[in-house]
């Protein structure tokens, strides 16, 4: 119901949006824009759904990045959709613009007056399901943290039931949530509590108390909830669905499976980088003959690299070495490596060497933001050293990524450092995003300059 009436309202803003504008040209509403707004309700729709932005959880801050990521992606999808079938031209610039533009400000304003409305709603109606956490570990403060800071969600946890009368409550005091007792007095709580429903959130250390709390609950006339523990589990963008009508967890899954979501990666990557190599064809040409002018060899340095799922291709990046024999392996470079060109220094010092990957992007074999590429015998050396090595290829590598922006670029020589580099990777899988992708890039020629450079 929730996220119909707020679909419905996002919708109607599109409509009333294109409408206004259209009446403000001299040509009034025409079938171009009836057209257009056709165009624009079903592509912000479908947007939304890829995205998830209609659920009842995106609340705050998390729910204002969700309206700037799908106004974002609704906007680049419709003008491809425009200028692809020529029907941009039949449209004024400024009122293309004028929408885009005065779209974002009303959808925000709609997600806020849609919250207020909620929050009122359920405020007024008295709506609160009384309910009962089972478990006072990390798992059960995460669930009640998660229960009574979300104004959607129509429950309130009141109290928390520990293992046994020694259990801490770990930090469910500065919650405002009491631990009401321990297992063995269940029976008494919940006959005297008036509970509606009871979550069992055990920690996984112990999960073999979950059958004899079960089986308590069934004497009960409450709803009984089971919260598994996955998170003491090296994940990897975990999720919870069904499949045959059994339901499954998936622990270990690449974000970028074929889909809607994948589809929007690559997107982005088409149009950004179209984009950019129109506008840095001056660069490459003159950097192009620096290089040559600079030391013999060829303007591009290619390597094999490992990228998704491990399958090796071919990566670009312009030269800034000196030609030197690799048939006995491949050396990382130092900052002070005397292999490196004078040219070549100021490169890398940048990361302008990386650019020519765009060519990468362009054939599907990287994108944008992602783990960066390392050389096929690091990845042999770090895999068999550190835990975990190689999910960081469950998604395409990037010409910058997570690590990039946090400082761990250039030379990783120690486990230590590799360490760090993984971590971000792994952090990136598990949380990507549209809105992250643009937060990357948008924070990349901020962090070019670092002391991790080389």
């Not at 010092?349 to 590429?373: A, H, Y």
């Not at 020589?413 to 899988?429: F, S």
């Amino acid at each position: 119901m929730v996220q119909w009436v707020q679909w419905i309202a996002h919708a109607s803003v599109n409509g009333f949006l294109v409408a206004f504008f259209a009446r403000e040209t001299v040509a009034g509403f025409t079938d171009d824009f009836r057209l257009l707004a056709v165009i624009l309700v079903m592509t912000f729709s479908a947007v939304c759904g890829f995205i998830g932005f209609h659920r009842r959880f995106v609340v705050g801050r998390l729910g204002l990045w969700r309206v700037t990521e799908v106004w974002v992606v609704t906007c680049l999808m419709v003008a491809a959709i425009l200028f692809s079938t020529g029907t941009v031209r039949r449209f004024d610039p400024l009122i293309l613009g004028g929408i885009a533009l005065f779209g974002y400000a009303a959808h925000m304003i709609c997600f806020w007056v849609f919250r207020l409305s909620a929050r009122f709603w359920q405020r007024s109606l008295s709506i609160n399901i009384s309910s009962l956490v089972v478990g006072t570990g990390s798992l059960g403060t995460r669930l009640v943290q998660s229960i009574n800071r979300n104004d959607y969600i129509p429950m309130r946890v009141v109290g928390t039931v520990a293992l046994d009368s020694n259990c801490a409550s770990s930090g469910l005091d500065s919650l405002g949530v009491p631990v009401v007792g321990h297992v063995e007095q269940l029976d008494r709580i919940i006959e005297q509590g008036g509970f509606d429903r009871v979550y069992i959130a055990l920690d996984a250390k112990d999960i073999a108390h979950l059958r004899p709390i079960q089986k308590l609950l069934l004497a009960h006339q409450v709803d009984v909830i089971w919260v598994p523990d996955i998170f003491d589990l090296d994940l990897l963008n975990p999720s919870v669905r069904e499949l045959g009508g059994l339901p499954v967890i998936s622990l270990s899954e690449s974000p970028l499976i074929s889909g809607p979501k994948a589809f929007l990666k690559s997107a982005m990557d088409v149009f950004i980088t179209v984009a950019a190599l129109v506008c840095l064809l001056p660069l490459f040409l003159v950097i192009g003959v620096l290089i040559k002018l600079g030391s013999p060899g060829p303007v591009f340095y290619r390597q094999v690299r490992h990228g998704w799922d491990g399958s090796p291709f071919r990566i670009w990046k312009f030269r800034t070495m000196y030609l030197h024999d690799e048939s006995h392996g491949i050396e990382q470079a130092k900052s002070d490596d005397e292999r490196i060109t004078p040219i070549g220094r100021i490169l890398r010092k940048t990361s302008i060497d990386e650019l020519p990957q765009l060519f990468n992007v362009l054939d599907g074999s990287m994108s944008l933001v992602g783990p960066r590429p390392h050389a096929v015998e690091h990845n042999h050396k770090f895999s068999a050293r550190l835990n975990a090595y190689m999910a960081r290829h469950r998604v395409k590598p990037g010409i910058t990524g997570w690590a990039q922006i946090n400082g761990y670029r250039g030379e990783t020589d120690t486990d230590e450092k590799m360490l760090k580099r993984l971590d971000c990777d792994l952090h990136y899988i598990n949380r990507w995003s549209l809105k992250l992708d643009l937060f990357i890039l948008f924070l990349t020629p901020f962090r070019l300059f670092n002391e991790n450079a080389r």
